[in-house]
């Protein structure tokens, strides 16, 4: 199978999986009701009346996850190719060339983990709200 | 052995069949549409029993309970009572939701999970593109869902679904570098990232015990990747013990709180066929793909699947819901050290080996 025609059938595919759910949606528009009342249209709040907007600034403490995220990421990137010829590698320039300097790499990255971890950037909440953290300790 | 590899893809079967190549490139995409057609409408055949009323009888049946029996044999026709049913329910849009962004958020969930499957080798020639790259691809388009809940946790206007949202993102970028390094341990053994190949390397024997020959299915070969690739993939596919964004308990249903009529029954297949993307991944890279005994491997293939979902529907009813930041420490402290573990080991042992 030529190149050209491989990513000819996943483009096929895609065209598919677009025109599926479409087709519900263009079914479901011509079959569903559509009764207008007042206050069936208010955000789901358990019943209540809703309070304020969800727009609004909040302290993601989370964030620092994301960029440890993207340092993994990237590393993993780059071990798939080292994955991929790993066999080869070890018969052509032996065990130790192959292996050791993929170990310096993941061990540095380990340590960086570790780092993170005792610095509790990969914690949900960095700080319990103080009335919590008294009835804990 | 029944399926094996299969050497010629699905498009080309077509054009076996029809000819179409005849017509050029004109013709050739009609038989790669028709292929495209085929395996989607599968996986939506695929999805309708299992989510009216394949998850409904095994949930029954775990909980000691009847389920769904009234309507057809078996009470199999409750699935086109359904489709109707949900597809005719009114739209509610609530006030104040990110328009397109909320329309959206939907279609990409389902759409994303559906494109994923044009990599996967179902066995008998179904097998719809076979890149060099194939199991980048797969884990790439995979991971895109992630996206659509985002959207439509923040445009949904609503706290719950900014929360589901928020949550599903914290999972996803926890649980994904486990799930590929995991994954890409594998690719040590065939040293191709080709779906064809993955298969065909698990297809030799790996020991003969008692005149049965035990195939080398890389879960066999590899037991802790196995269970370490589970583990990440619920989490990724957000399923029990790991359905955190969801979480019917705690934040109503999390980003798809606001959704109703076909929003909601797409935001539910997307779920579903996710399901089953994992456990095509999980068929294809560990358990010999579409390989097995007297059986076409097609059949095998969905066996597999299914023996997939019936796990994810066990646990489903067999085991608590962590705590979002209980997920997080099990994603980053323990899974993401256990796959690290487990990439250095096999290159250890297969250096050693060869």
Same mark, same amino acid.
């Given at each position: 199978?030529s190149?050209?025609? !491989? ?17 519900? /949606?263009v ?9 207008? @009342? ?13 309070? $304020? ?19 993994? #990421? ?17 018969e ?10 993929m ?8 340590a ?10 990969i914690?949900?909440?960095?700080r ?6 008294r +009835?804990q300790? | 052995?029944?399926? $094996? /590899? ?9 054009? @076996? ?6 017509? &050029?490139?004109g =013709?050739?995409?009609?038989?790669a ?13 695929m999805t ?15 909980? #000691? ?6 309507? &057809?044999p ?7 009572? #359904? ?17 397109p ?12 999970a ?8 179902? $066995? ?25 809940l ?30 590929i390094? !995991? ?16 298969v ?7 020991i ?21 690739f ?7 596919? &957000? ?7 969801e ?6 249903? =999390? ?22 993307l ?10 010999? $793909? ?17 023996a ?8 489903? +009813? ?5 705590r ?21 080991l ?9």
């Amino acid at each position: 199978m030529s190149y050209l025609s !491989t990513w000819m059938a996943v483009a096929a595919l895609a065209i598919v999986a677009i025109l599926i759910p479409v087709g519900m /949606v263009v079914v479901s528009a011509i079959l569903r009701p559509r009764v207008i @009342e007042q206050g069936k249209t208010q955000i789901y709040e358990s019943g209540e009346v809703p309070t $304020g907007d969800t727009r609004i600034r909040f302290n993601i403490q989370y964030y620092m996850v994301a960029l440890l995220f993207v340092v993994f #990421d990237v590393e993993t990137a780059f071990i798939i190719p080292w994955v991929v010829i790993y066999r080869e590698a070890v018969e052509t320039v032996g065990l130790v060339h192959a292996l050791v300097p993929m170990l310096v790499f993941l061990g540095t990255l380990l340590a960086a983990l570790v780092w993170a971890w005792r610095v509790g950037a990969i914690k949900w909440v960095k700080r319990a709200p103080t009335h919590y953290r008294r +009835s804990q300790s | 052995m029944g399926g $094996g /590899v299969a050497a010629v893809v699905f498009p080309d079967l077509i054009d @076996e069949w029809t000819g179409l190549s005849e017509f &050029g490139l004109g =013709g050739e995409f009609v038989a790669a549409f028709i292929a495209a057609f085929v395996i989607g409408n599968l996986m939506m055949i695929m999805t309708a029993l299992a989510g009216p009323w394949a998850k409904r009888k095994i949930t029954a049946a775990f909980t #000691d309970r009847i389920a769904v029996n009234r309507v &057809g044999p078996y009470g199999l026709l409750i699935i086109p009572a #359904d489709a109707v049913r949900l597809l005719s329910k009114e739209l509610i849009v609530p006030d104040g939701v990110d328009r397109p962004a909320w329309d959206l958020g939907p279609l990409i969930v389902a759409s994303s999970a559906l494109l994923g499957f044009a990599f996967i080798p179902f $066995g008998s020639g179904v097998h719809l593109a076979d890149p060099e790259t194939g199991l980048i691809w797969v884990f790439a388009i995979a991971s895109i869902a992630s996206v659509g809940l985002v959207m439509c946790g923040y445009a949904s206007n609503n706290k719950y679904s900014l929360l589901g949202g928020l949550r599903a993102v914290a999972q996803n970028v926890a649980y994904e570098i486990p799930l590929i390094l !995991t994954g890409i341990s594998v690719v040590i053994f065939v040293g191709s990232l080709q779906m064809s190949e993955i298969v065909a390397a698990q297809s030799q024997e790996l020991i003969s015990i008692a005149g049965v020959s035990i195939p080398m299915w890389f879960a066999i070969l590899n037991p802790f990747a196995f269970v370490l690739f589970l583990a990440a993939n619920f989490a990724e596919i &957000g399923r029990n013990p790991f359905d955190t964004p969801e979480a019917p308990t705690e934040i109503i249903a =999390g980003y798809q709180t606001e959704y109703s009529s076909v929003y909601f029954v797409l935001i539910y297949l997307g779920e579903f066929l996710h399901i089953f993307l994992g456990a095509a991944i999980i068929a294809t890279i560990f358990l010999g $793909g579409p390989a097995g005994p007297v059986l076409p491997g097609i059949v095998w293939f969905l066996i597999k699947l299914w023996a997939v979902f019936l796990l994810t529907q066990w646990i489903r +009813s067999a085991m608590p819901r962590f705590r979002i930041d209980q997920v997080l420490v099990f994603g980053w402290k323990l899974l993401l050290v256990g796959a690290f573990l487990n990439l250095i080991l096999t290159a250890v042992i297969v250096g050693v080996i060869t």
